[in-house]
C-alpha cells in the first residue's frame, strides 16, 4: 500500500527539528515538528502518524512520561526514540513502552532512512515506489562503495561521472539513467542487478 506517511519529530531544539524536517522531507516523507512535548497528545490525538521521533531528554516533560502518555491513546504508532544521553535504564523504559527503535544522537542520516524503511515495511506501508528505488540504489551504490574503501572522488575517476552526481545518485536526490548505473556497477564489480537490492 503505497501512501504519504506522516512523520512527527518531537525535540526542544528547534535546529534538530529544522534539520530532521530537511532530511525526512527530501526521503520523501510528510514531516511535522513540535519543540513543546506537553503539545504532542493532543496532536496525535487529532492527527494520523506512521511514525514518531521522540527526544528523550526535554524540559517539562521527559520522552519517556511523553511516550507513556501517547500509549494511553495510541498502542500502534510507531515511535523512535532518539537522544544524546543514552543509558540502559532509559533503553529498558523506552522498551517496555514498545518503541520500535532507540538511536544515539548524532546519527548518520541513512541508518535513519533504513530505521524508517524498516518499520514501515513490516506495517506494509512503502512510499512512493519510484522514491523507495531510488533511495535502494543509492544506498546499494553507498554499502558497495564503503565496503571498497573507495571514495566519491575515486569513483568519479573510474565511471567519468562527475561527484556531485554520483553524491546526488546516493542521496537518492537524482535518478541515475542505466548507462550510469552500468559505469557504477562496472567499477565497483557487481552485477548491475546488485544495485536494485531487493526491488
Not at 36 to 58: G, N, Q
Amino acid at each position: 500500500m503505497t501512501v504519504q506517511v506522516n512523520v512527527l519529530v518531537v525535540d526542544d531544539d528547534r535546529d534538530i527539528c529544522d534539520y530532521m524536517r530537511t532530511l525526512l522531507e527530501t526521503s520523501g516523507y510528510n514531516v511535522a515538528t513540535l519543540c513543546d512535548p506537553t503539545l504532542v497528545v493532543d496532536l496525535v490525538k487529532k492527527s494520523e502518524f506512521h511514525i514518531l521521533i521522540i527526544d528523550l531528554m526535554m524540559p517539562k516533560m521527559d520522552g519517556i512520561e511523553l511516550i507513556s502518555n501517547i500509549r494511553h491513546i495510541d498502542s500502534d504508532v510507531s515511535i523512535i526514540v532518539f537522544t544524546g544521553y543514552p543509558s540502559l535504564d532509559t533503553a529498558i523504559e523506552a522498551l517496555k513502552l514498545n518503541v520500535s527503535d532507540y538511536i544515539k544522537k548524532p546519527f548518520e542520516p541513512d541508518d535513519l532512512r533504513a530505521k524508517l524503511s524498516a518499520i514501515l515495511k513490516k506495517k506494509g506501508v512503502h512510499l512512493n515506489p519510484e522514491e523507495e528505488l531510488h533511495r535502494t540504489i543509492g544506498a546499494q551504490i553507498r554499502g558497495f562503495r564503503k565496503e571498497r574503501e573507495l571514495t566519491l572522488k575515486q569513483l568519479s575517476r573510474r565511471t567519468s561521472l562527475s561527484v556531485s552526481l554520483l553524491s546526488q545518485i546516493e542521496r537518492a536526490e537524482s535518478s541515475a539513467s542505466v548507462g550510469s548505473l552500468y559505469k557504477i556497477s562496472a567499477a565497483l564489480g557487481v552485477r548491475l542487478t546488485a544495485l536494485f537490492g531487493e526491488f
